[in-house]
C-alpha cells in the first residue's frame, strides 16, 4: 500500500502523477534511527519512532528514507531524511517541527518542509 496526501495528487484523468510518496510509516527501535536524529533526540523519553521509505512517481525509483521521532506529549516531531547516492550518503536534517494529527499527516508535512527546502 502507498500513501500519499490527495491534495498532491490532485490531476485530470489524463494526467501522469508525479512527486514523491511513501509506503507507510513502521514502527522502529532506536537501533533502526539514523544517529544524527538520536543526537537530536537525546534525553527525551516517550518517543514513538517511525521509518519511512520514500518514492518518486511517475518511475516508482526509491528516492531515499525519512527517520522521524514524534513526542505525544509535546507534539513535535524530528525528522530526518536520508539517501545513499552512488558510495554516499546524503543527509538532510534533523528538522524540529509540528507534530499534526496522525503520523500520515505528519510525514505530510516533513515532507512537505524537505521539499521547500530543495532537499527532495
Not at 517511525?50 to 526509491?62: D, H, K, R
Request: aromatic share 10%; proline share 5%.
Amino acid at each position: 500500500m502507498l500513501t500519499a496526501r490527495k491534495d498532491i495528487f490532485a490531476v485530470e484523468a489524463n494526467d501522469e502523477l508525479s512527486g514523491t510518496y511513501w509506503t507507510p510509516a513502521t514502527e522502529a527501535e532506536a537501533d533502526e534511527m539514523h544517529p544524527r536524529l538520536l543526537e537530536a533526540v537525546n534525553g527525551r523519553e516517550g518517543l514513538k519512532l517511525y521509518a519511512v521509505n520514500l518514492f518518486l512517481l511517475p518511475e516508482g525509483a526509491p528516492n531515499g528514507y525519512l527517520d522521524i521521532a514524534i513526542d505525544p506529549a509535546t507534539k513535535e516531531a524530528c525528522g530526518l531524511y536520508s539517501a545513499t547516492l552512488g558510495l554516499e550518503e546524503f543527509v538532510t536534517g534533523p528538522i524540529w517541527f509540528a507534530a499534526k494529527g496522525d503520523v500520515e499527516e505528519t510525514i505530510y508535512v516533513l515532507v512537505s518542509q524537505l521539499e521547500t527546502q530543495g532537499a527532495l
